[in-house]
């Protein structure tokens, strides 16, 4: 509480202004422009608190009069120029390319004219007056906005709880109103008062060099103007509007930054005092019964390619994997194999830069690279769901949790939202989920994010659920908790689950196939009993021999995975292989070892040796 009693004072000055400017009307004040010349030039009087002007005017009344047009004149310039700024960041940030160059570049145009100029211009053609003033600083304040928006649209857009709504399956619309606008909200009401503070600032100079109100309107700026020349004879005249520009416009800068916090809960204490987690609560999900054991997801010689200023890449090549109903396809690998490219891929969540060049992702018979925007929207986060590493960096900060699980059910069309939410908490083993539902991200430990992402990504029953490493940054008993939880969902619900990870001890406790990619490519896949008990690949071996096994000492892999710019020819582990012999440069492709089988490897046949059991 103590951290915002300090805006309590602007938050009262400009509330204070503001009520006085709508209020005037009825406040009873003498009449701002009559003039009684026999008063001209008063000090503090009887009826009049800050005199009489250079005409006999009443000082305080048109202080108030003028804080009604200035404060009129500066609000309606800096909504108009925020709706249609904002409304163009977000359309050029998120859209690029013609969008972009129509919504941002077009702004070049209006800032290559001085403000001055193009008041002098705009008056010319129009006249004088308060209208004309609205248009002039809606027109300046523009590049503003799209400049800030758009800034921080490009910085938004790719961060992972905006890759996590776009995986539930939202449109555009819905993303950049529900989920990016919220989260740039902080710096567009930083713009939004200083547009204001400077409307006040322009109209009054403006109306003070004569291109603004036109007499004998209240203005500030003709206050100023007036007050100049007699301000030898009466400075207080010239006091009174100086002081009134300055306490507001700090008044609304102080009151917008304190705003500016209030909407983002990042930067506010915590509002719920939470219990420790004791248990896991019952499930009330309705258990449902196992699919047949058909492929839900199979990917054929899946290549993605991405545009760098270096050229074209392959960071995944002719990739090929398949899962069924009620199994756990595990991918491991190394940093940079490929793993969560592939996983994106099938998503339909690659960036602007990458695109499949070949191969093909059936879902349930429906080829995934091949579907419309609006099609795969209706699968993602429905049908086919997705969990990220980062549930600090997948959440959306400045929503409540439970909101945004609710939302992952409006976005397909889903009933009761909030009573689902509720279900859901209490089915992935959040203790005390009332009160949990009410908390945002940053009240959460690492262990209950995740588990909010897990009832996200549960929240429409999805036939098909990719968790790309959910358990990386988990402490190993929270770790151990996840794998159950999702070793449960699956086998409660029949989903099949495709398991990203590095780690071949959670590879051996939850999945039923396993695919171990390298450079971009699979180079080994099959059940975990085999791969395990029988590794065909050299890479495969190298992992199996780097897992701790009671006091041995690990053996690492010399090298690091190669760049995909750089790719060596023909097997792209023979750099790091100590098998390798000059035959491995030829190219090698995934060959049928046995069924169920496959290693890429024109040596795996003279290297098969049995090795060690590898306990996980």
Request: with cysteine.
């Amino acid at each position: 509480m103590k951290k915002h009693r300090r805006w309590l004072i602007p938050a009262a000055v400009v509330a204070v202004v503001v009520v006085l400017a709508v209020l005037v009307p009825w406040l009873g004040l003498p009449d701002p422009v009559r003039q009684d010349m026999a008063r001209r030039l008063s000090g503090p009087m009887a009826g009049s608190p800050l005199g009489r002007d250079e005409f006999g005017r009443d000082v305080f009344s048109r202080l108030v009069w003028g804080a009604r047009t200035s404060l009129g004149v500066s609000f309606a310039a800096a909504a108009i120029a925020g709706a249609l700024g904002v409304t163009l960041g977000l359309v050029g940030g998120w859209v690029r390319g013609i969008g972009e160059i129509l919504a941002v570049r077009s702004m070049d145009i209006i800032l290559c004219f001085p403000p001055v100029l193009l008041a002098l211009l705009v008056v010319t053609l129009l006249g004088p007056g308060a209208g004309t003033l609205i248009l002039v600083l809606s027109v300046l304040y523009i590049p503003g906005f799209v400049r800030v928006t758009y800034a921080e649209v490009l910085t938004a857009r790719n961060l992972d709880y905006v890759e996590a709504v776009r995986a539930a399956g939202a449109g555009p619309i819905r993303i950049l109103s529900r989920t990016v606008l919220p989260n740039i909200a902080g710096p567009i009401l930083v713009q939004l008062s200083l547009a204001v503070a400077a409307g006040v600032v322009l109209e009054s100079g403006l109306s003070f060099l004569g291109l603004g109100v036109v007499p004998p309107a209240p203005s500030w700026g003709l206050m100023i103007r007036g007050a100049r020349a007699t301000m030898e004879q009466a400075p207080l005249l010239l006091l009174w509007p100086c002081a009134a520009l300055t306490l507001t416009i700090l008044a609304m800068n102080l009151f917008c930054d304190a705003l500016r916090d209030a909407v983002d809960p990042r930067t506010a204490p915590a509002r719920v005092k939470l219990r420790p987690i004791d248990r896991m609560l019952p499930g009330l999900l309705p258990p449902a019964v196992p699919g047949p054991p058909e492929a839900v997801l199979e990917v054929h010689g899946l290549t993605v390619e991405i545009e760098t200023p270096r050229g074209a890449i392959r960071p995944v090549e002719d990739v090929s994997l398949k899962v069924r109903a009620g199994q756990t396809l595990a991918i491991v690998g190394e940093s940079g194999s490929g793993k969560s490219v592939t996983a994106t891929a099938v998503m339909g969540l690659l960036p602007p830069n990458a695109r499949p060049t070949s191969g093909q992702a059936w879902f349930e018979g429906r080829d995934l690279l091949t579907m419309t925007p609006a099609e795969r929207r209706k699968l993602q986060g429905g049908p086919m769901a997705m969990v990220f590493q980062d549930p600090m960096s997948s959440l959306n900060p400045v929503h409540r949790v439970g909101e945004q699980v609710a939302e992952a059910i409006r976005a397909h069309g889903g009933k009761d939202a909030n009573k689902r939410a509720l279900e859901l908490f209490r089915r992935v083993g959040i203790a005390d989920p009332e009160r949990r539902l009410r908390v945002y991200p940053h009240e959460m430990s690492g262990g209950m994010r995740q588990r909010v992402m897990i009832a996200m990504g549960v929240a429409n029953r999805p036939r098909l659920l990719i968790a790309d490493e959910p358990t990386t940054a988990l402490d190993v008993t929270v770790q151990a908790q996840i794998l159950d939880l999702l070793a449960e969902l699956r086998r409660e619900t029949g989903m099949a689950i495709v398991f990203i990870t590095h780690s071949l001890g959670v590879v051996a406790e939850i999945a039923d196939e396993v695919a171990v990619m390298y450079a971009g490519q699979v180079v080994e896949q099959g059940s975990v009993a085999q791969v395990f008990a029988e590794p065909l690949h050299p890479y495969t071996r190298a992992l199996l021999a780097a897992v701790p096994d009671g006091d041995e000492q690990p053996q690492g892999i010399p090298g690091v995975v190669p760049q995909p710019h750089a790719w060596p020819r023909g097997c792209r582990f023979a750099p790091r292989c100590p098998h390798a012999r000059p035959q491995c440069e030829m190219p090698q492709v995934l060959e049928k070892a046995a069924p169920g089988r496959g290693v890429r490897c024109i040596r795996w046949q003279e290297l098969r040796l049995p090795v060690p059991e590898v306990v996980a």
